[in-house]
């Protein structure tokens, strides 16, 4: 079993539209969770993160963390054109080094 | 500062032969990772190093693979007797140690393996 599972999509919702994409984790130290979107052929750029449970706002975007059931999610709201993308998760725990990534999950927003 | 940089940002080449990579950090980040990353999937982690120290080792990171960080600046990975399974997109990504979790990628080079 993968640390990290995540629907690799696509998605393909319109423009407006209300995102959500998740991922579920196995490893209950994973503390911090990280998302991250990804144009093609360019690196990966920090959306935002949390840490342990909870939710955290920024704009448009919106992450939750539920570790009770080892889910967490992240909303777009008003999803625009330029959110075309593919979106990562990313987890690490407090004693960590390494990073645990999700598959990616590719977005398409239609104008 | 402006981000993480990676040189070069494609490279194209015949199997068998030796390839280096280099990432130079933003520059107050102590911590560097190097990552692979394939077409469909997330970055997969290679290595880490706290300053000059490579900390972390994935067993991906077969024998051919080596990665270094003199200086606790700049980091090389080199790969060695390249094959076809190596071509994909090397990633490095920096962070400092009081905000670990925050960790910032550079373009990435694409290696291509003929």
């Known amino acids: 079993q993968k640390e990290v599972e995540q629907d690799p999509g696509p998605l393909s919702v319109p423009e407006g539209a209300i995102v959500s994409l998740n991922c579920t984790y196995s490893?209950?130290?994973?503390?911090?969770f990280m998302w991250y979107r990804q144009y093609s052929r360019k690196g990966p750029e920090l959306l935002m993160y949390?840490?342990?449970?909870g939710n955290k706002e920024d704009g448009r975007f919106t992450a939750q963390v539920d570790k009770s059931s080892k889910y967490i999610s992240l909303f777009i709201r008003d999803s625009q054109p330029s959110d075309s993308a593919t979106y990562l998760c990313?987890?690490?725990?407090?004693?960590?080094?390494?990073?645990?990534f999700g598959t990616g999950t590719s977005l398409t927003v239609i104008p | 500062d402006t981000g993480v940089s990676q040189d070069p940002r494609h490279k194209i080449t015949k199997r068998g032969q030796n390839v280096t990579f280099r990432c130079d950090p933003i520059?107050?980040?102590?911590?560097l990772y190097w990552y692979r990353q394939t077409l469909g999937q997330g970055p997969e982690f290679l290595t880490y190093?706290?300053?000059?120290?490579?900390?972390?080792k994935s067993r991906l990171l077969s024998d051919r693979f080596s990665a270094e960080r003199p200086k606790g600046s700049f980091s090389t990975l080199e790969i060695q007797r390249t094959e076809q399974g190596d071509s994909a997109m090397y990633l490095c990504?920096?962070?400092?140690?009081?905000?670990?979790?925050?960790?910032?990628f550079g373009p990435g080079t694409r290696l291509t393996v003929t």
């Open positions: 990504a920096s962070s400092s140690s009081r905000v670990k979790n925050e960790q910032y």
């Open positions: 490893n209950s130290a994973f503390q911090y």
């Open positions: 949390t840490y342990s449970s």
């Open positions: 990313a987890m690490i725990g407090n004693t960590g080094n390494q990073f645990y």
């Open positions: 520059s107050e980040h102590n911590r």
């Open positions: 190093f706290q300053n000059e120290a490579q900390l972390e």
